[in-house]
Antibody, heavy 117, light 105 residues
Framework: QLVQSGAEVKKPGESLKISCQGSGYGFPYSWVAWVRQMPGKGLEWMGSIFPSDSDTRDSPSFQGQVSISADKSTNTVYLQLSTLKASDTAMYYC????????????WGQGTLVTVSS | DIQMTQSPSTLSAFVGDRVTITCRASQIVYNWLAWYQQKAGKAPKLLIYKSSNLESGVPSRFSGSGSGTEFTLTIDSLQPDDFATYYCQQYKSNSTFGQGTTVES
């Protein structure tokens, strides 16, 4: 399973790091993706990471805005959001990929991030 | 970026209906196409991968077809539990989702 950190409320300009911890499978050897869902909107792939060597693939739409990292010793991947804006208010999901080029077969429960002054 | 376009955006149906959702890619994605179901307040759930492969545990009334740029998700005999939003996803080049199709009663 993938278990994400809890909901966050932040002010504009602040930064945030949310986590996703995997268990029950060979976590370091499966790609993990981050997906954003803004309120009432669709799914957007933000990027993916291979925890074993921290190889990352970034979405051009989010490049420079987010940072994805991993700690294979704790089976955890992270999504860092800097200089938060109200438009970063969204649900953020992590998801395991079946392969480097793979669909997302296991999802975390989601982390709701609210950015408000 | 590869753009994914689903149609329709909303679909009204009854229990027992056969439902078809279409997804078009702006470039050839071969069969690197998945379908997901999402219910309100829940994480998406993988239904179909590589265009036509049924994910383990998914009822056989769900099926997928297509290759290249045109794909279809079919639900045979719609059940009450199937009212939800469905997304296609290409993963031939990075990943892109369609805008979603809501199946409502």
């Amino acid at each position: 399973q993938l278990v994400q950190s809890g909901a966050e409320v932040k002010k504009p300009g602040e930064s945030l790091k949310i986590s996703c911890q995997g268990s029950g499978y060979g976590f370091p050897y499966s790609w993990v993706a981050w997906v954003r869902q803004m309120p009432g909107k669709g799914l957007e792939w933000m990027g993916s990471i291979f925890p074993s060597d921290s190889d990352t693939r970034d979405s051009p739409s989010f490049q420079g805005q987010v940072s994805i990292s991993a700690d294979k010793s704790t089976n955890t991947v992270y999504l860092q959001l800097s200089t938060l804006k109200a438009s970063d208010t969204a649900m953020y999901y992590c998801a395991r990929q079946k392969a480097a080029r793979g669909s997302f077969d296991l999802w975390g429960q989601g982390t709701l991030v609210t950015v408000s002054s | 970026d590869i753009q994914m376009t689903q149609s329709p955006s909303t679909l009204s149906a009854f229990v027992g209906d056969r439902v078809t959702i279409t997804c078009r890619a702006s470039q050839i994605v071969y069969n690197w196409l998945a379908w997901y179901q999402q219910k309100a307040g829940k994480a998406p759930k993988l239904l179909i991968y590589k265009s036509s492969n049924l994910e383990s545990g998914v009822p056989s009334r769900f099926s997928g077809s297509g290759s290249g740029t045109e794909f279809t998700l079919t639900i045979d005999s719609l059940q009450p539990d199937d009212f939800a939003t469905y997304y296609c996803q290409q993963y031939k080049s990075n990943s892109t989702f369609g805008q979603g199709t809501t199946v409502e009663s």
